[in-house]
């Protein structure tokens, strides 16, 4: 499985990814080297949102249509 997800960052921003493992990629989030550098910098986060997908490609194309949404309508698919 693959999953798309919503973190929201210590400074109130919200980042998108997309992951195999969602349980270790949040923790690489909030404490590996390796983690995303935005997130490294704004951390600690927590998962607000998750979608679970057959493939990789599927999830990519939900990530970046995350990204592409405001930040209101990012809070709208989160409260969903």
């Not at 997309?18 to 690489?28: A, F, G, Q």
């Not at 970046?64 to 989160?78: D, E, G, P, Y």
Request: net charge positive.
């Amino acid at each position: 499985m693959y999953y798309a997800y919503i973190l929201r960052c210590a400074d109130d921003t919200l980042y998108c990814g997309c992951t195999n493992d969602l349980k270790k990629r949040l923790h690489m989030h909030n404490h590996a080297k390796a983690g995303a550098k935005y997130t490294k910098a704004r951390r600690p986060v927590l998962l607000v949102h998750s979608e679970r997908f057959g493939t990789l490609a599927r999830a990519r194309a939900r990530e970046a249509a995350l990204k592409r949404l405001t930040r209101v309508q990012k809070w709208a698919v989160i409260r969903a």
